[in-house]
């Protein structure tokens, strides 16, 4: 399908533009009640499929979760060390080598839907950059996913 090639290539470029990072996009069903998909092209799809499906409540499981339910950017800068999610959210990723995350809102007909993702080998704060990276890649996929969801 086009919109996962789309999607892949700007997950890389975005990798390349963030020395270190992983980049991800997730999407909730229409109905908001799970994550449908996701897709992380330099993490085994073992990723993406321990995050598909997980429920939109509670709004605590994990940060893609917590970003498309309240409709903000959340980050866990040490997911070893965090409180705030589920404990199988936190070995998921720790699994997966991943020590820090920000997920950002994705918007489809004005309502968040999705999530686009940087994540780190590292405890790691976001930065200045990541940030406006992240805003970036975050508008691109909302292009991308309203010509191509509803």
């Not at 330099?42 to 990723?47: A, E, G, H, R, S």
């Not at 995050?51 to 499981?61: A, E, H, S």
């Not at 997966?96 to 918007?107: D, E, K």
């Not at 839907?113 to 405890?123: D, I, K, S």
């Amino acid at each position: 399908m086009l919109i996962f090639e789309s999607l892949g290539k700007l997950c890389l470029k975005v990798e390349g533009l963030a020395p270190g990072s992983i980049a991800g996009v997730t999407i909730s069903d229409r109905t908001y009640n799970r994550i449908e998909w996701a897709l992380f092209p330099t993490l085994p799809f073992t990723f993406s499929q321990a995050i598909t499906d997980v429920p939109l409540k509670p709004v605590d499981f994990g940060s893609c979760v917590k970003a498309i339910s309240v409709g903000k950017p959340i980050t866990c800068p040490d997911i070893e060390n965090d409180q705030l999610f589920d404990p199988r959210w936190r070995r998921v990723c720790l699994e997966h080598g991943l020590r820090s995350i920000q997920s950002r809102p994705v918007y489809v007909n004005s309502k968040a839907r999705g999530t686009f993702v940087l994540a780190f080998r590292e405890p790691k704060l976001e930065s200045d950059w990541n940030t406006a990276l992240m805003t970036f890649a975050a508008d691109a996929t909302s292009e991308v996913l309203s010509a191509n969801v509803r």
